[in-house]
């Protein structure tokens, strides 16, 4: 028995080994058609962030509702501050979305937070688009994971490098969705066009205790800080918005009763359909122009005296 | 619980340790290997525990019942005839209600124009149903016709019964070979143990990275095939039958090589079909178990191979018909059984029905011509088998078919081709192991010898394995016959 289980605990040190060294290779992977796409800007808006560390700026952070939905030129006007829109995948998750660009925050600085809907572990932690864009863009990202999002993480190493290996071969491309529709600010700046063919999300619920305890660090870490955090409602297709109203709403409760209360109204950053480009979160340019004018009547508000 | 899941290669190890180190003493083996079981199959549906440990109980006591009755063959005749009928009726309502229903729907509209569509229930099939009733099935014919003393113990009644490694998938064990060795001490054997990790990892390895990757492929194309080319299509039905040969096999490989960890010997249940030289030789080489279990329990009761040729076609359609039906409530398997039962009464009737005794090419590396020409023909009639199989509807079927014979003969399609190479890499290991148990039993000849070949293979299997494994964690993995 002993020298049984002697050979089979070196054979598994050693298959456990190898296994960790294929892992890092399947991780550091990168994924050309991701190289190409507009999920450069997680990089190039880090660049950006470590060029104005020492500036106080505006920064946005969300998934792709304000990549496809702000015009940061017109909040740069108002606000005669740099603007970072970092706001690139909501695949990324609301943690990394954050850590990423934590550090390089400083006091004076106003985030605008804007996460989309939802609940669950793959809203907090990412999909296997968080390991995509990392592994591609800012593998230096990783240093910022905790153990909860490794173990969350490790389930999509595989689907990644399986992606990776089918991509290999991806040429550069044009459109809403290339890297070259980044423009300085971090915005999609492409012309886009309402399509017909949206189809709303399926909202069920939205609470989500460790989502909110996650958004309670945000809000006590930047105020910590000294930096400026509004927390604003994502902008969602307007039928889908009243489809969902009720749980929204709730949701905005749950929210303030935990102490971290949305600072507009959700109903606000709902727009006619008509505005949106291909989901309920992509807006049209006509559509981005309009959400900005709303969310910079709200930052006047919130920022009175900046 | 799944044998490909992390949970399993937590959950083996726990089991292997506890069983070897703290439940010392047959008994208590026992009891943890129930528990064991428990576990693993609760993982999937507490309430599946229910069903299964009321199918325990019913075959334990009609067997204390048909002991106690011992000389009144009438009364011992009514116990089994009533403990075949539970199990039955169970396996009924689970498995084949809503197909009958359905079909007495279709009887009754067309006959009387009247619905029976209400009496249609929402049923979940649990997991492995068909396997451990047929294993209780065999406990109570067997203490019936006398070839085993029917178990006073509980314990290792519901071990038998339950025990993990076969639970779900087979090999469908007699109760003549399992029972006798929960009644007696088992002691650690270490080349046995060995020998069972080895069969554990090609299990694995036909699994992860043939079968579902094969399934990638085959679940894309089938039921959108109307684009391939007729070759294409042919390969198609070839991929599926190594997705399912690697799926199925891979699971009896982990289960047999499971249970010699904790000292037990299951059946065979494979011995490389795909090497056959007839349809019937096919059969006694592919899901042994079940096809020896209807062997014994229906066609020899029917009167088997006695009697003139048209007694013992009839016996060949009726007992393939039961198979059909026993893979799935459906007419396509109903079909595919029949289609089987007609080639083996076909074989049967123009005497072809040679019982070999050694595998093909025996003591050379390649077969004659004669052999290569046996087993071409068998192939292809199983690949024609297959795609019976797979559909969905037999009107599915006729359209592969008609497609097959109707695009253009000749056009590639890459992924498909892809696969049937690396599947037959594997299909060539297994060629030249074919005389032995399973693929990873080394010939003790240069460069096998050296242990360090050896453990490179073990590794590079291993993380060969464990990169299918993460690369299609997003498809469903299940084993095709968990279904059954």
């Keep these: 028995m002993k ?63 304000a990549g496809f939905g702000i015009n940061s030129r017109l909040i740069k006007q108002a606000f005669h501050m740099p603007v970072v829109n970092t706001a690139t995948h909501g695949g990324i998750g609301v943690r990394m ?195 900005t004018e709303v969310m910079i009547n709200d930052m006047a508000r919130l920022l009175k005296g900046l | 619980m799944l044998f490909n899941s992390l949970e399993f290669i937590i959950f083996l190890p726990i089991v292997f340790l506890l069983y070897w180190f703290v439940f010392r003493g047959r008994r208590w083996q026992n009891v943890l290997i129930v528990i064991a079981s428990y576990i693993f199959y609760g993982w999937w549906d507490w309430r599946f525990l229910l069903l299964i440990a009321f199918t325990s109980f019913c075959s334990f006591w009609s067997g204390l019942l048909l002991e106690k009755y011992e000389g009144r063959r009438r009364s011992q005749k009514l116990i089994s005839a009533a403990n075949i009928t539970i199990n039955l009726a169970i396996l009924g309502v689970f498995k084949y209600f809503n197909f009958f229903v359905e079909n007495l729907d279709v009887l009754f509209r067309s006959l009387f124009n009247y619905q029976l569509d209400w009496v249609t229930m929402k049923i ?86 043939i079968a579902d990757n094969c399934a990638g492929v085959v679940n894309e194309y089938w039921g959108n095939f109307q684009d391939l080319s007729g070759v294409s299509l042919f390969m198609l039905s070839i991929l599926f039958g190594f997705q399912i040969y690697c799926d199925f096999s891979g699971y009896s490989d982990i289960a047999i090589g499971c249970a010699r960890l904790f000292g037990f010997n299951l059946m065979r249940n494979f011995d490389f079909p795909f090497f056959s030289r007839s349809i019937p030789e096919f059969w006694r080489r592919w899901h042994i178990s079940l096809t020896t279990w209807f062997r014994d329990y229906i066609y020899f009761p029917l009167g088997g191979s006695r009697g003139n040729k048209w007694i013992v076609v009839r016996n060949t359609y009726i007992v393939w018909g039961v198979s059909g039906l026993w893979h799935g409530a459906s007419w396509h398997f109903v079909c595919w059984g029949l289609f089987h039962a007609t080639l083996l009464a076909i074989y049967n009737l123009l005497g072809i029905n040679t019982k070999y005794e050694h595998v093909v090419a025996y003591n050379r590396y390649l077969p004659n011509l004669k052999e290569t020409a046996q087993m071409a023909v068998t192939s292809i009639l199983i690949v024609f088998s297959w795609i019976i199989f797979r559909s969905e509807t037999m009107a599915q079927v006729g359209d592969y078919l008609y497609y097959m014979f109707t695009n253009p003969f000749f056009g590639d399609n890459k992924m498909i081709r892809k696969w049937v190479i690396w599947s037959s890499l594997m299909m060539i290991v297994e060629w030249i192991q074919r005389d032995k148990q399973h693929a990873l039993q ?21 993380c060969a394995s464990y990169v299918a494994y993460v690369v299609n964690i997003e498809d469903d993995n299940t084993f095709i016959y968990f279904q059954f």
């Design chain 2, 442 to 462: 080394f010939p003790s000849v240069r460069p096998f010898s050296y242990a360090f070949v050896r453990w490179a293979i073990y590794v590079a299997l291993i």
């Design chain 1, 3 to 65: 020298r049984f289980l002697i050979k089979v605990l070196l054979l598994v040190i050693i298959a456990f080994t190898i296994i960790l060294i294929i892992n890092v290779f399947m991780l550091l992977s990168k994924d050309r058609f991701s190289c190409y796409s507009h999920e450069r800007n997680v990089a190039l808006a880090y660049e950006r962030l470590v060029a104005l560390r020492d500036t106080n700026k505006i920064v946005i952070i969300a998934g792709s509702n």
């Design chain 1, 97 to 291: 979305q954050f850590e990423m660009y934590n550090d390089l925050l400083r006091e004076g600085d106003v985030v605008i937070f804007c996460p989309e809907y939802g609940a669950g572990e793959a809203r907090l932690y990412g999909e296997s688009t968080l390991v995509r864009i990392l592994s591609t863009h800012l593998p230096q990202a990783y240093s910022k994971f905790s153990l909860a999002q490794w173990v969350h993480a490790l389930k999509y190493i595989g689907i990644h490098y399986r992606e990776a290996h089918k991509h290999r071969k991806s040429k550069e491309f044009d459109g809403p969705y290339s890297a070259k529709a980044i423009n300085e600010y971090g915005d999609i700046e492409w012309k886009r066009a309402h399509q017909d063919t949206i189809s709303c999300y399926n909202i069920s619920s939205l609470i989500d205790k460790e989502l909110v305890a996650y958004y309670k660090y945000v809000h006590a870490t930047t105020k910590k800080r000294g930096i400026r955090l509004l927390f604003l409602p994502p902008t969602l297709l307007g039928s889908n918005y009243h489809k969902d109203a009720a749980q929204i709403e709730e949701w905005a409760v749950y929210l303030k009763q935990n102490g971290i209360p949305l600072q507009a109204e959700p109903s606000k950053y709902a727009f006619h359909d008509s505005l949106y480009y291909d989901t309920p979160y992509h807006m049209t340019s006509v559509g981005a122009d309009l959400r």
């Design chain 2, 124 to 209: 979940i099939l649990p997991v492995g149903i068909s396997f451990y009733t047929f294993q209780a099935l065999s406990y109570t014919i067997d203490v019936y016709q006398k070839k085993l003393p029917a178990t006073h113990d509980i314990i290792e009644f519901f071990a038998y019964i339950s025990f993990f490694p076969q639970l779900v998938a087979g090999p469908i064990e007699r109760a003549t070979n399992l029972l006798p060795q929960f009644q007696r001490q088992r002691h650690f054997d270490y080349a046995k143990s060995i020998d069972g990790c080895r069969q554990m990892l090609w299990g694995f390895v036909k699994k992860l990275l």
